[in-house]
């Protein structure tokens, strides 16, 4: 290398010149073999069959089996293909950014996480808050902030703009940092399938191969490395479908001629300037150049558009795999086996072999028709979900008396005293036990539902039969979870804080959106959702104005959070019962109405929206914290009520803050 001011030039390396280390893969920590050494490998095989190649003389035939895999994988290994992935993504990019904006790619709507904020939303939203210099006028932290901001986003995604913005930005950001990986993913993915495709080989294989002299002036070596005629036009091989004829030169004297058995001579008196053009044109060029383009006829005006489609379909499944559920994250061993177990999964064999118990009952002509009533029932339920996580069915007469002498296989925690009072009656609990040591729900029901599945009124009977449904649904997704996570525990005590308010809900709507048969249930719940809606209208600002004279928050966030997430559970179980029975809430009822007045419609309709998404995406589910979006509803609904709860630095405990007013 010749430095300027000095007369001798110095020894320069140029290993690295022209190239990029472990561009397809890492390298291996444990001596396992990585792609890079598998091509590494492979080439040292073809280094030597150029090098024969090379010893060979004008006229001679050229064995296609030597030629045939070379000129295959030479194709495939071009530095422009890189190249070519790259601007394939960047305009999938574009089209996709313009798709977002209609909120669906291909159909499939976006979806972003329910769980939690998304780093990129959640660094963009405190940026703009700095800018306006209001971090420190608040008394919580970033992250409390950016979670309200993003649910503000989510049950109003129109207003403002300026979040929708964030969040196409976001969209684009990470599809951008991602799309280098992508790249290689995708080009490294065609090398592993195959390091010569077998169909190309063949096709090259059915040439007849000569080495020919090279133009005057000696062959040049065009980036394509190999260019081949189709008929019509020369052009570099990867686009090439039908080969009448395929050119690679071996030296600047030689050059190899493949020639298909229906062409009997072809003119390669401009091979450089063809060679040149392929270059220039194919790898070389950013952009479709349309000057170019008319100096050049030979090639054609297709070149970009052709490479542009050969590539679109691959890097359109690649995007669209980053942007799904399933596949848009490298899962662990412990998301991996999760994400195997399925409803399908839980079934075992004989699991209609269910027990029926009669608690302090008599009458054995009862107990055989309800018995044979149930494995009906059953049978219909097990079409669609499993019930080999059931250990059994109790029917009681004393219902107390029956739920506290079942062995659950632990020490219980303390009696369990079901409802009943005048409003609210217990007929069916499903309760968990261990039953050599897995986990199982066994059902225990009031007498009075034996009764009413030999009803005479249709309705009243369906009922019933929903009651059942739904103690099987509730077996049947405490298998599911049970399978998927066996510790069903989120990570940090916040989390677990308040999941201890909210666990309930997702449960209570899955099992009511395929067991409420009954259209009375439908206002039953609807008033129940009214009368819990009232309670923390009611209730939670006398407890908040409390608070400003005791201080003590004991007093006041244990009793508030019992209220939210009652509230939850109810409108959990309203918002499955309507899913059931394909109905809306009304528009002048009087909890539409209320949650109006209480702003909490949108609330509600993106809270059914989210429970829902959750059940349908319930096999996919791979990560047990996706199950938090309960817990953000809690907190968007407890700040509306003035609270804002915040983990601290000591070991995940809450600290919430109270505004001055409600």
């Known amino acids: 290398m010749y430095r300027k001011g000095k007369k001798e030039p110095i020894v320069a390396s140029i290993s690295d010149t022209a190239a990029q280390r472990d561009f397809y893969s890492k390298p291996s920590t444990d001596g396992t073999p990585v792609l890079d050494d598998l091509i590494t490998d492979y080439e040292q095989t073809q280094h030597l ?34 190249g070519v992935f790259k601007d394939a993504l960047t305009s999938t990019i ?28 959640e660094t963009s939203f405190v940026e703009e808050l700095e800018k306006l210099d209001v971090m420190e006028q608040i008394p919580f932290t970033s992250h409390t902030l950016a979670k309200l901001l993003y649910f503000a986003f989510r049950e109003n995604p129109d207003e403002p703009l300026e979040l929708a913005k964030i969040m196409m930005e976001y969209l684009i950001e990470e599809l951008t940092d991602k799309s280098a990986n992508i790249i290689h993913q995708s080009h490294t993915s065609a090398l592993t399938s195959s390091l010569a495709p077998e169909l190309r080989v063949k096709m090259l294989s059915e040439l007849k191969w000569t080495v020919v002299a090279g133009p005057k002036g000696g062959a040049i070596l065009p980036d394509c490395t190999s260019v081949a005629f189709d008929g019509e036009k020369w052009m570099a091989l990867i686009l090439v479908e ?26 390669l008196s401009e091979f450089n300037k063809f060679a040149a053009h392929a270059s220039h044109m194919f790898f070389l060029s950013s952009s479709r150049n349309l000057e170019l383009e008319d100096l050049l006829p030979k090639l054609g005006v297709q070149v970009f558009a052709q490479v542009s489609n050969m590539i679109s379909l691959t890097m359109m499944k690649a995007v669209e795999g980053f942007i799904s559920r399933s596949s848009s994250r490298m899962l662990n061993e412990r998301e991996y086996n999760a994400a195997q177990i399925s409803w ?79 409003k609210l009656l217990s007929v069916g609990m499903p309760l968990i036990i261990l039953e050599e040591g897995e986990v199982k729900t066994k059902v225990v ?39 998927k996570f ?122 059914r929206s989210d429970l829902e998404s959750f059940k349908v995406g319930l096999e996919a589910w791979v990560q047990f914290k996706e199950l938090l979006f309960v817990n953000r509803h809690f907190e968007r609904l407890a700040a509306q009520f003035g609270l804002i709860p915040e983990p601290t630095d000591l070991s995940g405990a809450a600290y919430v803050h109270v505004t001055r007013s409600l």
């Open 94 to 121: 574009e089209k996709i950014f313009q798709l977002t904006l209609s909120g669906e790619i291909n159909g499939q709507k976006i979806s972003f996480p329910k769980h939690r904020v998304p780093p990129a939303i």
């Open 344 to 422: 399908t999964t839980c079934n075992t064999a004989n699991q209609l072999s269910i027990p029926v118990t009669f608690y302090d009952f008599e009458n054995d002509t009862f107990l055989r028709a309800t018995a044979d009533v149930l494995t009906s029932i059953i049978a219909s339920f097990a079409k669609d979900f499993p019930v080999s996580g059931l250990a059994g069915f109790v029917f009681a007469n004393d219902y107390k008396s029956a739920l506290n002498s079942i062995d659950r296989g632990f020490d219980a925690a303390a009696e369990i005293s079901p409802i009943e009072d005048d």
């Open 242 to 267: 039908k080969i009448k004829a395929l050119v690679l030169p071996l030296t600047p004297e030689r050059m190899a001629l493949g020639i298909s058995a229906d062409t009997s001579e072809v003119d």
């Open 445 to 483: 029901l009031r007498s009075i539902v034996a009764d009413g599945l030999f009803s005479e009124d249709e309705e009243i009977r369906s009922e019933f039969i929903g009651i059942i449904w739904h103690m099987l649904a509730r077996a049947a997704l405490t298998r599911l979870m049970t399978k």
């Open 49 to 82: 069959r150029v090098d024969e190649l090379r010893k060979l003389e004008i006229g001679d035939d050229i064995p296609t089996g030597e030629i045939a895999e070379l000129v295959t994988h030479l194709a495939i290994r071009t530095s422009h293909i890189r």
């Open 486 to 607: 066996p510790d069903q525990t989120p990570d940090d005590e916040y989390e677990k804080m308040l999941f201890s308010y909210t666990d309930s809900a997702f449960a209570d709507y899955f099992c009511a959106s395929i067991s409420c048969l009954s259209k009375q249930m439908l206002g039953l719940y609807e008033n129940l959702a009214h009368e819990s809606l009232v309670a923390v209208l009611d209730r939670i600002p006398v407890l908040h104005r409390d608070y400003q004279s005791h201080g003590e928050m004991e007093r006041l966030f244990p009793e508030s959070a019992s209220l939210l997430g009652n509230f939850l559970m109810v409108m959990a179980r309203l918002a499955g019962t309507m899913q059931c029975q394909g109905v809306e809430l009304v528009e002048d009822a009087k909890l539409a109405c209320l949650l109006r007045e209480s702003e909490l419609f949108k609330w509600y309709k993106l809270f």
